[in-house]
């Protein structure tokens, strides 16, 4: 399996993103070479705006540059992105419903090393519920790429959340994607596994596991938490005896709620269950594997649930 | 009471101290520790009343680190101090270990506040000294802070807090070491006359070497003694005391490879002699 590391993938997308549209503005919050935008700063420094460890001001120039014509892309690590600028991207970028890119680097538990304080389980959840704002979780650099590119042209507020790490690409080159759009990663005929993120490498490898008892699982990457495709997401599980959710974020609020929702309002009664971050803050750990399994976040746990589910 | 030199040997050792723990963790913040290995250690060593026994001791003096990725520094100051054995010092960013990434006051004694996220810990001081004003504690607030996280607004709302109710019992500490993780402070986010905007907002300044423990110690002092809310500006270096790291942002949170490690021991153990 190809592995390749999304942050990398996203600094290379927003330079070429800036080589096609003029208008693609950058703001760095002091994390460029974390979040890889000194890449486009490299590039284009006439467009590239230092603001410092100043994420409010930040968002509310973004949304400045935004009213004057050009299309800003923020940064900083998702914990700070969403939280630290949350009442200026609610009031200056999503009500006016404004062209801001908000790009939450380090997301996740992918900061392994430096705690709770820069860990973001919480980003999706925040940012799903402010209208008008679009959700975009990528499972890979392949679709990192994709979404770049995508959400260049796009209208509107959009949050993406981008993991520190290298992770397995399982996402097609050759795959038309559209924001919006939910992908199945593998096919199966008896459970269903519905996960964005890393956990989209975790539930193929649950897959696997399943597989050798003679359990077909189906694994879909819902990788645009909003707005969610319902129609597409219900008809999917409405073909399955099972379904699991499995994310990187606090179970409440994100990915989990969201399919939650959408299959009970649109009463798909099939047995389901989650994998997700229990309610708890982070953690620091020696490296990212060990935290993923610390809070669950396994293939183990996946195959685990899906069994249970069936039984 | 120690003496400057003495101190000043105890921060560098610190720093040896600091190097190995991050260089056993692979990962951790170099730079910002070493800038602030004299500030930290002459506060403790030399101003701090507290007891490293009942470290939740109501009427101690309190230290918020609000440049929280300092972490290093402080966990070991407060080990030497003897808040906690020095082995734990080296479990730094384990799993389940107290010394998480930025300091967790439910994790460790001696923690007087959580930090991390940058900018905040102004106002959480302001808060502490607010509250032995109304309660008629006699303890004092330092908090450490850097320069580039200055450029968070949060800051300047917390000293016009201190202003307005001319908090004496709080001391502001900038380790000035015109780095951040990006580059130099002056061309990331320039704080400019950072004297002055202090001044403007109420905030009487003093200005000293922070690597220079008998400088810190009289303007420490001179602030303690300042009859309203007082800052000591500390000049200092990021990655004080290694040649490569001085001043480097690319030191910010590097991971100390092998010879890299040999190179700075070799280097912070020859200015001990």
């Known amino acids: 399996m190809r592995i390749e590391s999304l942050r990398e993938a996203y600094g290379q997308a927003l330079v070429k993103a800036g080589s096609l549209n003029k208008d693609i503005v950058v703001l760095e919050a002091d994390l460029g070479k974390s979040t890889r935008s000194c890449l486009f700063q490299e590039a284009y420094p006439e467009r590239y705006f230092e603001m410092g460890i100043a994420e409010q001001n930040m968002a509310s120039t973004a949304a400045g540059l935004a009213l004057a014509g050009k299309i800003p892309f923020i940064h900083s690590f998702a914990v700070f992105a969403s939280g630290r600028a949350y009442d200026q991207i609610r009031q200056a970028i999503s009500i006016p419903g404004l062209n801001v890119r908000i790009c939450g680097s380090s997301c996740g538990l992918s900061d392994f090393g430096d705690g709770s304080t820069h860990q973001a389980l919480e980003d999706v959840a925040l940012m799903r519920v402010i209208p008008n704002m679009t959700v975009l979780v990528p499972a890979d650099a392949v679709e990192t790429r994709k979404m770049v590119e995508a959400m260049a042209e796009y209208k509107g507020p959009v949050y993406i959340r981008i993991n520190r790490n290298e992770l397995p690409v399982y996402t097609s080159e050759d795959l038309q994607y559209r924001i919006g759009g939910i992908y199945t990663i593998k096919e199966g005929q008896d459970v269903v596994i519905f996960a964005n993120g890393v956990m989209v490498s975790k539930a193929m490898e649950a897959a696997e596991l399943l597989q050798k008892e003679g359990i077909s699982a189906e694994v879909v990457n819902v990788s645009t938490v909003k707005p969610l495709d319902a129609d597409t997401l219900v008809e999917k599980a409405k073909r399955f005896k099972a379904a699991v959710v499995a994310e990187e974020h606090n179970i409440m609020g994100g990915l989990c709620s969201a399919v939650a929702e959408a299959l009970m309002v649109n009463n798909v009664n099939i047995p389901l269950n989650f994998v997700a971050v229990e309610d708890k803050f982070g953690t620091s750990a020696s490296n990212y594997e060990e935290l993923l399994e610390h809070y669950g976040l396994t293939a183990d746990n996946i195959y685990n649930k899906v069994k249970k589910l069936l039984a | ?273």
């Open chain 2, 1 to 273: 009471m120690l003496k400057p030199e003495e101190i000043s040997r105890i921060a560098q050792e610190l720093r040896i101290t600091v190097l190995d723990m991050i260089y056993k963790a692979r990962s951790g913040h170099v730079g910002g520790s070493f800038s602030c290995a004299e500030i930290i250690t002459t506060l403790y060593e030399y101003f701090m009343n507290v007891r490293p026994d009942e470290p939740c001791w109501p009427d101690r003096d309190r230290f918020i680190l609000s440049k929280g990725h300092a972490a290093p520094m402080l966990y070991a100051v407060l080990s030497k101090k003897g808040f906690f054995e020095e082995e734990k010092l080296y479990t730094l960013r384990q799993l389940g270990s107290p010394l998480q990434g930025h300091p967790c006051m439910f994790e460790l004694p001696g923690i007087d506040m959580s930090t991390g996220s940058l900018g905040m810990g102004l106002s959480v001081g302001v808060g502490m000294a607010l509250s032995a004003r109304v309660t008629g504690r006699k303890y004092r607030v330092f908090v450490l802070c850097g320069d580039g996280e200055l450029q968070e607004g949060q800051n300047w709302e917390a000293l016009m807090s201190a202003a307005k109710w001319k908090l004496d019992n709080l001391t502001v500490i900038i380790d000035y070491n015109g780095v951040q993780l990006d580059g130099n402070v002056n061309d990331i986010m320039p704080l400019s006359d950072i004297e002055s905007r202090l001044k403007s907002f109420g905030i009487h300044t003093f200005k000293c070497d922070g690597h220079n423990v008998e400088d810190l110690i009289n303007s420490i002092q001179a602030a303690i003694r300042y009859d309203g809310p007082a800052a000591v500006i500390a000049k200092t270096v990021k990655g004080k005391g290694v040649s490569f790291m001085e001043g480097q942002s690319a030191w910010h949170g590097k991971v100390v490879e092998d010879n890299e490690y040999e190179q700075a021991v070799k280097e912070l153990t020859g200015l001990l002699r």
